[in-house]
């Protein structure tokens, strides 16, 4: 359907649904979902002509502090244009309607700084290669009520549980906001997979059905956007942030990605005469993934809080080890289901959470696996125990690095990555490492609750 008529088809929808408002929603490179809406009356043209937005958003970061970045000032304008093939009417919010963007120019160009663009240009590259790709990211979060602390009189944030990892009380505990979250995304078109109560007091763990890795993008952002609304429509706070109880779990947003031939037909992972059933160019590709991973976490795992999670012993995965089922390797070769052995081969990235853009995640991890690629890269010999367990001249001897400890180390490693810098190109490459960089100096100026505060919040 030509995008012209699926606009149409998209705009008579809305009106038959009672839709009033619908949301031009974008995320920045704070990580930050962000929006504008239009009223029904001009969504037609709305969907043609876009809604205007300063440049200078993609310069302001997730305390809505502007990051000084050449070009992003109070001078300049770009339009959020809607995709009508992502239209969901949303079932928490009453005559509200959303779609995804993308942020092109003046003139109808894709604005160098738009990570949706982003995303689909490296798409393309792997396209060059014969690759397509499958994708989607395992949500994990925190579900807490809001409190009074009698001593202070300040307003804090205390889980809802305190149940064991998988326990049926911490199903128990949520299962009527779950169910009603389930329902919604469903009612958008989300395939739901698997849930359950995860380590953490109050932590829930959901995962849902894989897509192409655009689409994937975007129902990652609907899926946050309903956990976070469905909770709070409920009496209770959803937090997607890495750690927003320091003393517990953290929340990963693990991606899980498979390689496809052009058509879609074929599992490139798949090879059952190799061990494990993975393929070599599996094997390139992960290889790529980890011999950029100390930069690439500066976009995977992009905030001060993140670096909380990335410690040895946590199964978040500290080290750039790669292994079959290994829950403390940066890459985790999953194992297949009997009933799918080749449609089930994937590979997971543990060290991802949810505070990351998906385009600009996903693109970034497509770069690197694709210079694995090309690179006939190896990944080394596949790590069975814990890698915090060997020695530092074993793990010198397998190649093995340790990530880097702050946000700050690993955006100089991405300043440094020539392979992910222009894979992103030069705007938006300056505009995110910058907007990172007043986050770092905010975040190191304040304590620990001022951290959680803020992070708990914002994702």
Request: aromatic residues 10%.
């Amino acid at each position: 359907m030509s995008k012209k008529k699926l606009a149409d088809k998209v705009t008579e929808a809305a009106r038959d649904a009672g839709v009033r408002f619908v949301r031009f929603m974008y995320t920045d490179n704070g990580g930050i979902i962000r929006a504008k809406a239009s009223h029904i009356d001009g969504l037609r043209d709305r969907i043609d002509d876009g809604i205007g937005l300063t440049v200078a958003m993609q310069a302001m970061n997730m305390m809505d502090q502007l990051a000084e970045v050449d070009g992003m000032g109070p001078v300049g304008e770009i339009r959020l244009t809607p995709d009508p093939a992502s239209f969901r009417i949303l079932p928490y919010a009453p005559n509200t309607a959303a779609m995804t963007v993308d942020m092109l120019t003046i003139d109808g160009k894709a604005w160098d700084a738009c990570p949706r663009s982003f995303l689909k240009r490296q798409i393309k590259v792997a396209e060059g290669h014969g690759i397509s790709l499958q994708m989607v990211v395992e949500f994990e979060w925190s579900m807490a009520e809001k409190v009074i602390d009698f001593n202070t009189g300040e307003e804090k944030f205390k889980p809802v549980d305190e149940s064991l990892c998988f326990s049926t009380t911490g199903f128990m505990v949520t299962q009527h906001v779950i169910n009603e979250l389930v329902e919604a995304l469903e009612d958008q078109g989300i395939q739901v997979e698997q849930f359950y109560a995860e380590l953490g007091h109050g932590q829930q763990e959901l995962s849902i059905r894989h897509a192409d890795p655009l689409t994937a993008a975007d129902n990652h952002i609907f899926a946050r956007e309903t956990i976070r609304n469905v909770s709070y429509n409920n009496g209770l706070y959803a937090s997607l942030a890495p750690k927003p109880f320091l003393d517990q779990a953290g929340n990963g947003g693990h991606i899980h990605f498979s390689l496809w031939d052009a058509e879609g037909e074929r599992n490139l992972m798949y090879d059952p005469d190799k061990p494990y059933g993975f393929s070599e160019l599996g094997l390139q590709f992960v290889a790529g993934i980890l011999d950029h991973l100390p930069a690439l976490l500066a976009i995977t795992c992009p905030t001060y809080n993140s670096y909380h999670r990335l410690q040895p012993h946590f199964w978040a995965s500290a080290y750039t080890a790669w292994g079959p089922d290994n829950r403390e390797g940066a890459v985790r070769v999953a194992s297949r289901f009997h009933s799918n052995e080749e449609g089930s081969a994937n590979a997971e990235l543990k060290a991802a959470d949810l505070a990351a853009n998906p385009y600009l995640a996903f693109g970034a991890l497509i770069a690197a696996g694709v210079d694995g690629i090309r690179r006939k890269l190896d990944p080394g010999e596949p790590i069975f125990v814990d890698p915090g367990t060997l020695t530092e001249d074993e793990r010198q001897r397998r190649g093995i690095k340790r990530f880097p400890t702050t946000l700050s180390e690993a955006l100089d490693n991405l300043e440094k990555d020539d392979v992910l810098l222009d894979a992103l190109g030069s705007l938006l490459a300056k505009s995110y490492i910058a907007v990172k960089r007043k986050e770092y100096e905010t975040f190191s100026q304040h304590d620990a609750a001022f951290e959680t505060k803020h992070h708990f919040w914002k994702f």
